[in-house]
């Protein structure tokens, strides 16, 4: 628990770190402040603190305890491949990642998550140095404390992963209402999803779930244990006609 409150209220100066993130001021970059700014308008939120990171591969974040403590980061390679509709939907998306408190969500799953392991890891231990008893109940004990030690963790690596695509799912519905334009942050996740499979972006895994689309070579990450929707799906959803935001 310790851990991870040290971690939900430091999670915007870890994450820019890991992503190898640095501000970027107004006056640097004056189009880039103004999407921001128009996102965050339409979103009715604070402006973020706004900062780059020097890759080729497009991508973006939002982190942030809270929206008065929020921060977006986009990489070089996104303004290359997106234009103005596009990188608004972008951070649109990201706006709603902040707007519906997705950072204070997941550090409660991740601690959930932790317990879960570390009483997986206590189970592993008590089932080398011989179970809890002994006499004939033995064996049963270590073999259940096996199968406690494998299973749980799965299970919450698969809770935690589905919980993160729904996050996703809700942020790309939250951005496309806040916008107005489904269209083009569904185009927009398209050149990502293109441009991420030529460029993969050199990150720590750890913070691979924080960015728009998996930052990492995306084809071969696709499993249930997936921090993020196929986006196949995500861009369906957005194109869809019906009123569904």
Do not use: C
Not at 19 to 40: K, R
Not at 67 to 87: F, K, M, S, W
Not at 171 to 189: E, I, M, P
């Amino acid at each position: 628990l310790a851990m991870n409150f040290f971690a939900y209220w430091s999670s915007d100066k870890i994450a820019l770190k890991m992503a190898h993130a640095h501000p970027v001021t107004e006056q640097e970059d004056p189009e880039l402040y103004s999407i921001v700014a128009e996102q965050a308008r339409l979103a009715e939120l604070p402006m973020p603190k706004v900062y780059e990171i020097d890759s080729e591969s497009p991508n973006a974040f939002a982190t942030g305890r809270n929206p008065q403590h929020a921060t977006v980061a986009v990489t070089t390679g996104i303004r290359l491949i997106l234009n103005r509709e596009e990188l608004g939907g972008v951070l649109a998306h990201e706006m709603a990642h902040v707007g519906n408190r997705d950072t204070l969500i997941m550090a409660v799953v991740a601690t959930i998550a932790g317990a879960i392991s570390m009483l997986a890891f206590m189970a592993q231990m008590s089932a080398i140095f011989g179970g809890f008893g002994g006499g004939r109940d033995r064996g049963g004990n270590m073999i259940g404390l096996l199968v406690i030690a494998i299973v749980m963790p799965l299970a919450a690596g698969l809770v935690r992963a589905a919980i993160s695509r729904t996050r996703e799912f809700q942020a790309d519905a939250s951005g496309a209402r806040t916008s107005g334009n489904a269209y083009a942050l569904a185009s927009a996740l398209e050149k990502l999803e293109m441009g991420t499979q030529v460029r993969p972006m050199k990150v720590a895994e750890g913070a691979s779930h924080l960015f728009i689309v998996n930052p990492l070579r995306g084809r071969a990450m696709a499993s249930l244990f997936s921090t993020h929707p196929a986006i196949e799906e995500r861009v369906r959803r957005l194109r869809d006609t019906r009123p569904n935001f």
